[in-house]
């Protein structure tokens, strides 16, 4: 009895003092929803290790890969906003897929919470070695000649690189086949083994293996020519009228207390203006900067708004 | 009744409810899979299986069933009563309900052991709190 | 030889004082958390990665690499003493399991030590001379061979089930069936979900172990009224010299499967321990006895999974690209110290890459080390009645579940297999095979969809790729093998089988001697 008293009164004791902590009082989870290896992956546990030290709880980056991003998507949107589940977020399952899919499973503007962006990215061309053509023009050439035989792979169904894709083919009047996957490492291993021949994937993944000899770039998808991939032009300079950048941005779960999201955002901007964290991303051609809640918001509102027009205007859709 | 009998039937009917569920998502062909393709086909080659184990069950010696719904039920009613407490007032009580019911499945029932038994499994769970940062609701 | 000049600059760095401390840390640590049932190597290792964010990067690598062994180590020793399996100790649980229930806990714990030993030395001699050469394997490797290497894991059921093939088959299928439940990661369609969110990724590994292992052994013993009774004997560590000749070919077999295995991405490590099973009972002089107890059993694929660990390691160094999470979060771990992974990491760094070379053997030493004295410590915890024993257990496997993603929610799926492993132990159905369906099926799926894309619909590809073609060749003579086998058994008079004596409180008439056939 005397017990069983003593217990109870210690269950109230650890009760109230839990009642008043202070964020964080626990570990919290960065989801990234593609698989170990990518450019989200990578930014994700970037930024998990200097926001650990920032926030002094760990943070935990769990890969939830498929379906193009939106398992790992869904997984966050339905979590409790209380901020210890995150997501670091792409353009593919942000902004691309709740647009181009018929039936979206969420709505990234009314399900998400706008933390901070991370970092942008350039996406460049590349193929297999063993694809005869050097140029965007004898691709195009070369898929005109045997619709369908070249394929391509992709972060997966409704994935901004799908997309890509599709635009580019609707532009340049080819057909290609499309391979999705659960993220960049698995894409790629099957592209230098040679079963998929194409790829519009990130600078960071494929400019080291350009430079291994184990696949050619044949075109950036940026505004300009990029540093990362000197001497090669741009897929505009190149006849098709088609660029993106990749990005991405820490989001939570519709609802977020705004002290949370400051918190948060405070934190993140710090640890990425940290010159070790800033080396380590620009090795990789990744951008980073510092952005507020807002900012991130309006980004991403314009964003998702000019990919509907792509969309509206291309008539892809996809299931 | 026959248990080879029971069980084969019993996974037939499994292949059936799975077969019968991946309709109701698009099959498509073979070279551009549906979700449901790759379900229907295995749970085609189940069906097979069930229906190669029920032949068999015919020429073999029967053997009967035995099923004690008692100690399952004890067991895993601890283990939903750890569940529902612990969402009401935490994993400390959780801990006790868990202990109290399960220990009904056992030889013997002893309060004080399992009184014992709780304390012993709260202080784990304590140090794999704090110690590990896996993070148990506790009160 | 260059090699042996970098092993030898690698161990100096390796054997520094701190090193080594981070090493003892990490296995002791990795172990002890391993040990709680449904804490897999991965959630172990996510777990104490904090810990090493203060750590300088070579120490750091090098604690997560002990970490990792230790919790494989410590998952299987909850296989083997508890039957409770984690995705890379399910082979080792069968046999290891009986040889507890024989009483010789100390020895299969021990094997287990000593294979998972010579398995990561063979294979850092595997790393150590072939890395580059290897590097290069995983890619020639396309979806329709990756198919084809599922297919051929699942030829392993035949050996991996107690019951008859036919049984085990079913049970594979119905794993299968079960891995699909979930978000199908190609469509994003729910498939078998019935909108409930905690199916919404799919059931979990952690949930079936428990529930289809863990629950229904602890409830089949207390049905027998707990007549396990505590652990009096002595515990025997060391083997005998006879036993000890019985493990050094089952594992110096497995450590060559394992090897090579592990650099298949994504699913050869998983298949090694089933492949490694299935060539122990062809080829081991003490076959007969496999399955029922056999040291062969637990050697063999302790020491293919420790090895298939180590080479899974290959294309993250040598390519750069993770194959596996484990593999990830290394890569992770390298990142975060300014370390790229790729082509040119062993150039660039040598010292990092033959140091974690080193250190890697050096926790391999320093679990067999650890083996005596914790292993005492875990069979001292068996004398415990089982009274009280099995509540904890009980609690542990909540815990375990809870900490995959701190939901209370997931207890209940454990729950529904608990139960769903209850009526097969009573069927007399093996659930080895319903994990090994489980693990395999979700690859078999991804890979066979993409092999028919790109194929365009064609079964042809199966045939015209090497690699692919021998595998299908293997599985055909395999299964040729099975069925004249099983028909010969059958005119003979009987498959046998294995089931448990009934529970005491259902009525029956026939003694339980009349049951075994």
């Known amino acids: ?319 | 009744m026959n248990r080879n009998l029971v069980r084969a039937l019993l996974i037939a009917g499994l292949a059936l409810s799975f077969g019968a569920g991946s309709f109701r998502y698009s099959i498509g062909d073979l070279s551009d899979a549906g979700p449901g393709l790759f379900p229907l086909m295995i749970s085609a080659l189940l069906l097979a299986v069930s229906l190669m184990m029920i032949a068999r069950s015919r020429y073999e010696s029967a053997v009967p069933i035995e099923i004690g719904m008692k100690r399952i039920s004890l067991v895993l009613g601890g283990l939903i009563g750890f569940v529902l407490v612990s969402k009401a007032v935490g994993v400390i009580g959780g801990i006790v309900a868990l202990v109290f019911v399960t220990a009904l499945a056992g030889r013997s029932y002893s309060w004080r052991r399992n009184l014992q038994v709780s304390i012993a499994l709260i202080a784990v769970a304590f140090a794999l709190q704090s110690l590990l940062g896996l993070n148990i609701g506790l009160y | 030889m260059d090699v042996l000049q970098n092993l030898a600059m690698g161990f100096e760095h390796a054997l520094t004082l701190q090193n080594l401390m981070y090493c003892a840390i990490g296995c002791v640590v990795g172990t002890l958390v391993g040990l709680l049932p449904g804490l897999g190597p991965l959630a172990t290792i996510s777990l104490l990665l904090p810990l090493t964010y203060s750590i300088p990067v070579n120490g750091a690598l090098i604690m997560l690499a002990g970490i990792y062994y230790g919790a494989q180590y410590g998952d299987s020793v909850s296989a083997i003493t508890m039957k409770i399996p984690h995705a890379s100790s399910i082979v080792t649980c069968i046999d290891g399991y009986q040889l507890t229930l024989k009483r010789q806990t100390g020895l299969a714990l021990f094997t287990a030590g000593i294979s998972s030993f010579i398995g990561g030395t063979v294979a850092i001699v595997v790393l150590a001379w072939l890395t580059p050469l290897l590097g290069r394997v995983a890619f020639m490797l396309g979806p329709a061979d990756y198919c084809m290497l599922m297919l051929f894991g699942f030829m392993c059921v035949s050996v991996v089930t107690t019951g008859s093939v036919l049984n085990g088959l079913a049970m594979c299928f119905v794993g299968v069936l079960l891995a699909q439940v979930g978000t199908d990661v190609q469509s994003g369609v729910q498939r078998f979900t019935f909108n409930l969110d905690t199916l919404y990724d799919g059931i979990n590994l952690v949930s079936v172990a428990l529930g289809c292992f863990g629950i229904a052994e602890i409830t089949k013993n207390l049905d027998e009224g707990e007549e396990r009774s505590p652990f009096n004997g002595e515990i025997h560590l060391i083997p005998s010299w006879a036993n000890f000749k019985r493990i050094m070919p089952s594992a110096l077999r497995g450590s060559l499967v394992g090897s090579i295995l592990g650099v298949l991405p994504g699913g050869g490590a998983t298949v090694a321990q089933f492949v490694s099973y299935a060539f122990e009972k062809k080829t081991s002089k003490y076959r007969r006895e496999i399955g029922s107890g056999a040291i062969e059993g637990v050697a063999g694929p302790a020491a293919a999974d420790e090895a298939a660990a180590r080479t899974s390691f290959i294309p993250l160094m040598s390519i750069g690209i993770p194959e596996n999470a484990v593999t990830a979060l290394m890569m992770a771990a390298f990142i975060i110290k300014g370390v790229q992974p790729g082509p040119n990491m062993i150039e660039k760094n040598p010292d990092l890459f033959w140091g974690l070379v080193a250190s890697m053997w050096i926790g391999n030493c320093f679990l067999l080390l650890l083996n005596v004295p914790l292993v005492r410590i875990w069979l001292s915890v068996f004398k415990i009645p089982y009274g009280v024993l099995f509540p904890s257990i009980l609690f542990f496997c909540c815990i375990g579940t809870f900490s995959i993603n701190n939901n209370l929610n997931d207890i209940f799926v454990t729950v529904a297999f608990g139960f769903v492993g209850y009526i097969l132990m009573r069927l007399s159905l093996d659930p080895s095979p319903l994990m090994l369906g489980f693990i395999l099926g979700p690859m078999l799926e991804e890979n066979f969809r993409r092999a028919m894309l790109l194929s365009r619909g064609s079964f042809e590809v199966f045939v015209t790729r090497p690699i692919s073609a021998t595998l299908l060749a293997l599985v055909v003579a395999l299964t040729l093998v099975g069925v004249v086998g099983a028909l010969r058994a059958g005119r003979r008079g009987g498959l046998a089988e294995r089931h448990p004596p009934p529970p005491p409180d259902c009525e029956t008439n026939t003694p339980p001697s009349a049951m075994v056939i």
């Open chain 1, 1 to 319: 009895m005397q017990l069983i008293r003593v217990l109870f009164a210690l269950c109230i004791v650890i009760g109230t003092a839990h009642a008043e902590a202070p964020y964080p009082s626990k570990p919290i989870v960065l989801v990234a929803a593609f698989a170990p290896g990518g450019v989200t992956d990578i930014s994700a546990r970037l930024v998990a290790k200097g926001l650990s030290e920032e926030l002094g709880q760990p943070v935990v980056v769990e890969n939830r890969a498929g379906a193009g991003g939106a398992i790992g998507a869904t997984f966050v949107a339905k979590a409790a906003p209380d901020g210890y589940t995150l997501l670091l977020g792409t353009v593919s399952e942000l902004t691309v897929l709740p647009v181009v899919k018929i039936t979206p499973p969420y709505d990234t503007m009314k399900d998400f919470e706008p933390i901070a962006r991370v970092g942008t990215v350039a996406f460049v061309l590349a193929a297999h070695p063993s694809v005869s053509a050097n140029n965007v023009a004898e691709l195009i050439a070369l898929a005109k000649a045997e619709p369908g035989k070249l394929s391509f792979s992709s972060f997966g169904v409704g994935s901004q690189n799908q997309l890509l894709a599709e635009l580019f083919m609707s532009k340049s009047g080819t057909k290609l086949l499309h391979v999705p996957y659960k993220g960049s490492a698995a894409a790629v291993t099957d592209l230098i083994g040679g079963a998929v021949q194409l790829t519009f994937d990130t600078t960071t993944v494929v400019m080291p293996l350009v430079q291994g000899g184990k696949l050619k770039a044949l075109a950036v998808l940026s505004p300009s020519r990029s540093d990362a991939a000197p001497g090669v032009p741009t897929l505009a300079e190149s006849g098709v009228a088609l660029e993106t950048v990749g990005w991405t941005g820490v989001v939570g779960p519709r609802g977020m207390p705004p002290a949370v999201v400051a918190r948060l955002n405070a934190a993140i901007n710090k640890v990425l203006a940290d010159p070790s964290i800033k080396t380590e991303f620009g090795r990789r051609d990744i951008t980073v900067g510092q952005t507020t809640p807002e900012q991130f918001r309006d980004f991403m509102q314009a964003d998702i708004e000019r990919w509907s027009q792509v969309v509206k205007a291309s008539g892809i859709r996809i299931e």
